[in-house]
């Protein structure tokens, strides 16, 4: 048995050779795959050097941690632990608050594939637990992974805590809401053991494998720092060239839509509508699977990428695997699918925006507060708030706003814990991997249902996934809207918890994993934009409409004052 036969037969099939061996026979076998979970590394540099693919790297690995499992359970485990040297220890995990381990789950799987031992802490793990698991497994190195924007100070924490405990293993930095950028400014320099940012998969074992080496680490390490260090010089000197604006000025500024011949859209319905237990099959229509195979390491948009010459062949593979699952998961009922919708009435005032119970419009029921665009936009472009894109009260138009929140993501721990136990790398992250991108259909599904928001609209699937439609669907913690508190909001106007089971971290991020929550605003000037830097000016008139202390409110829009 050799590497490119793991490469070639399915798990059945070698499991099957086992299975007909005699002892003796298995413990060669045993000697032999020991030699190839060495030569496993090999793997993981074509993966790193694209000359093949992730799916290619998980399915190895799923062959090879099945066949030793196999043939454990016939010979002395310490006899077969015996033959197999690992390069490196490793502890990862999410950090606290955070649930998403997407992405930190397939880097574990590639670090093994190269003979590194991981240790994988799981999510929502405290600064003391991961440093207690770092010394207890005399780890050469921490990963931390993180989605939500408060990750980022979590894992800024964890530095702090290792330099105060005098660690000076590697720290290695990744995730969706992080950068290298934020990684130079905010984590490199409170600690000083070797801090890194790993962008995705594809680079952790390059980095892992400078940072293990005696001849590499120190040179590795010297130019990293130097890269960081212009990082902060840069920054400090692009900082000083924007023009942050008072926040007077930037109020002055604000985008006017045009009201004289807008009338806002009645909605078809006033209220909260709940849907449990929303049938699986009628989401699949409305997935997009291009994020899908950018999670495989696929670029490419689909349908187009299963023609790729570089990458079609895989993808094919790749989707008609993802399709038997999804056809399981549906017809078993794996995954729950949950969602409540609300259409309010709401008015503007300033960059607040007024909820109402009904058509009285007597008392607000809820606030949403908004930021607003603070540096100088050029050529004169107005500074944006979401607040703009409701119709001011002043104006007494009768103006609307939807909620929803949206999971297909109970039952996805379940179903992967099974893949787990299997050792089953490849299926259980293709599991969770559908399971967001059935979330995301489900986000699309409750668009279209929502459709009598604006009378007008009449969307084809494609214009959905597109996002060709009038109007914007914001999300808390995005761009538009970077604050997560407005979670809070939501949540409350909605019943969120009591309707769908989806729960808040500590740190707002939305548990199970698969779930997306926002809002609906229909005006067909409505537009994306992002917030990148706001002033102290603006922190103090957010403090006092939101009711924060000015170090809480500090605390949670950080990101955009550094």
């Known amino acids: 048995m050799c590497m490119s036969l793991t490469l070639e037969l399915t798990t059945e099939q070698v499991i099957d050779l086992i299975q007909q061996m005699p002892l003796e026979e298995k413990l060669t076998v045993l000697k032999t795959l020991a030699k190839e979970a060495r030569a496993m590394n090999r793997v993981g540099e074509l993966f ?126 990744g995730g969706a809401t992080t950068t290298e950028v934020h990684t130079a400014i905010q984590i490199e320099p409170v600690y000083n053991g070797p801090t890194i940012y790993v962008r995705d998969a594809s680079q952790s074992v390059g980095v892992v494998s400078n940072l293990m080496s005696d001849e590499r680490q120190e040179a590795f390490m010297t130019q990293t720092r130097e890269e960081y260090a212009n990082i902060r010089e840069r920054r400090t000197k692009n900082r000083k060239r924007v023009n942050l604006l008072p926040f007077s000025v930037a109020q ?24 449990d237990d929303y049938p699986l099959s009628e989401l699949v229509d409305y997935i997009d699977w291009s994020p899908f195979f950018t999670i495989w390491g696929l670029r490419g948009k689909y349908p187009n990428i299963l023609e790729n010459p570089q990458v079609g062949e895989e993808a094919r593979k790749l989707l008609k695997d993802a399709e038997a699952l999804l056809r399981i998961i549906i017809e078993e009922k794996r995954f729950q699918a949950r969602a409540v919708l609300g259409l309010f009435p709401a008015n503007g005032v300033g960059e607040d925006t007024e909820i109402y119970a009904d058509a009285a419009r007597t008392e607000p029921i809820a606030t949403l507060h908004h930021l607003r665009q603070q540096t100088e936009q050029p050529f004169n472009r107005p500074n944006f708030s979401l607040g703009d894109f409701i119709a001011p009260k002043a104006t007494a138009l009768p103006d609307y706003i939807g909620a929803f929140a949206v999971t297909t993501g109970h039952g996805v721990p379940e179903f992967c814990a099974e893949f787990e136990r299997e050792q089953d ?31 007008d609209e009449a969307l084809d699937n494609d214009a959905l996934i597109a996002k060709r439609y009038p109007g914007i669907r914001p999300l808390p913690g995005y761009p538009a809207c970077p604050d997560h508190n407005q979670k809070r909001t939501l949540f409350d106007l909605l019943k969120v918890t009591e309707n769908t089971g989806i729960t808040l971290t500590e740190n707002l991020a939305t548990f199970p994993a698969a779930s997306v929550s926002g809002w609906y605003y229909a005006h067909p000037e409505s537009r994306y934009f992002s917030i990148a830097r706001i002033g102290e000016d603006q922190v103090a008139d957010y403090a006092e409409r939101t009711g924060m202390d000015i170090e809480t409110a500090r605390r949670w829009l950080k990101p955009l004052l550094t």
């Open 425 to 455: 790398d490849y299926n259980r992250i293709m599991a969770q991997a559908l399971a967001d991108m059935l979330a995301e259909a489900f986000e699309e599904k409750m668009h279209e249902t929502l459709s009598g928001y604006a009378v």
């Open 48 to 173: 790193g050097d694209g000359k093949i693919f992730l799916p290619q790297v998980v399915k190895s690995a799923r062959v090879m941690k099945k066949s030793v499992a196999h043939l454990i359970s016939d010979i002395e485990k310490e006899q077969a632990e015996a033959d197999v040297q690992s390069r490196g220890k490793i502890v990862i995990a999410t950090v606290k608050g955070d649930v998403n381990d997407l992405g930190k789950n397939i880097v574990g799987v590639v670090l093994r594939c190269n003979n590194y031992e991981v240790i994988d802490l799981g999510v929502m793990v405290s600064a003391d637990e991961i440093l207690e698991a770092a010394r207890k497994e005399n780890a050469d190195m921490i990963g931390l992974s993180g989605l939500i924007s408060p990750s980022l100070d979590e894992m800024k924490y964890v530095a702090e805590e290792m330099e105060r405990e005098g660690f000076r293993i590697p720290l290695l930095i």
């Open 252 to 275: 002055e500024r604000k985008f006017t839509p045009g009201l004289q011949n807008y009338q806002p859209p009645e909605p078809s319905m006033i209220g909260i509508k709940v849907f």
